[in-house]
């Protein structure tokens, strides 16, 4: 079993959906949880970032993170076809170099 | 600033060839690392370095090979490429700070071996 599992989908939903993206993980050493968005044919880049549990809120995007059930989430309001992307998590120990990826879930907004 | 540079964005190899991917990045990070993603598996960490000079094996590192001369440039050489090291590899850095270590990824290397 991988220390963080994620469904790989493909999550189809019509624009101006409320999108659920999860995460559960095994290792309670985690501190630091991201969430990357991957367009096609392009790199991993940061959408939002979370130290321990809580919410964090950015626009239409909110991260949450559960610590007593390791599990993580990354919810999108009103989603729009821009959106359209693979979403991976990962976690991090306090002060380590190395995250743990999730495989991602690939998300499609249809109009 | 450039960020995280890769080159080449495409290649095709034969097998048994040798080719070195270039990654260079102008934030002055002390960590690099090389992925490789494959449909299905995630990003799976080959090598990484926590400074010039340091350099140390990630999750599958077996036909390849890394250097970190200089803090900007972390190169990955095939020794002999196989089909199975077809993919796609991102090179990745972050600044090393207390905290989250977000990384900055490059924009990739399409690699096919025939």
């Known amino acids: 079993q991988k220390e963080v599992e994620q469904d790989p989908g493909p999550l189809s939903v019509p624009e101006g959906a409320i999108v659920s993206l999860n995460c559960t993980y095994s290792n309670s050493a985690f501190q630091y949880f991201m969430w990357y968005r991957q367009y096609s044919r392009k790199g991993p880049e940061l959408l939002m970032y979370?130290?321990?549990?809580g919410n964090k809120e950015d626009g239409r995007f909110t991260a949450q993170v559960d610590k007593s059930s390791k599990y993580i989430s990354l919810f999108i309001r009103d989603s729009q076809p821009s959106d359209s992307a693979t979403y991976l998590c990962?976690?991090?120990?306090?002060?380590?170099?190395?995250?743990?990826f999730g495989r991602g879930t690939s998300l499609i907004v249809h109009p | 600033n450039a960020g995280v540079t890769q080159t080449p964005k495409f290649q095709v190899l034969k097998t048994g060839q040798s080719m070195t991917l270039q990654c260079a990045q102008d934030?002055?990070?002390?960590?690099m690392s090389w992925y490789r993603q494959d449909p299905g598996m995630g990003l799976r960490l080959i090598h990484y370095?926590?400074?010039?000079?340091?350099?140390d094996q990630g999750e599958v590192p077996n036909g390849y090979n890394v250097s970190r001369s200089t803090t900007e440039d972390f190169p990955l050489r095939l020794l002999s490429a196989a089909p199975s090291q077809t993919s796609v590899y991102f090179c990745a850095s972050t600044e090393g700070a207390e905290g989250a270590n977000v990384l900055t990824f490059g924009a990739g290397s399409r690699l096919t071996v025939l």
């Open positions: 990962a976690m991090s120990e306090g002060g380590s170099y190395i995250p743990t």
């Open positions: 370095s926590v400074g010039a000079g340091i350099t």
């Open positions: 934030m002055n990070h002390e960590y």
């Open positions: 979370t130290y321990s549990s």
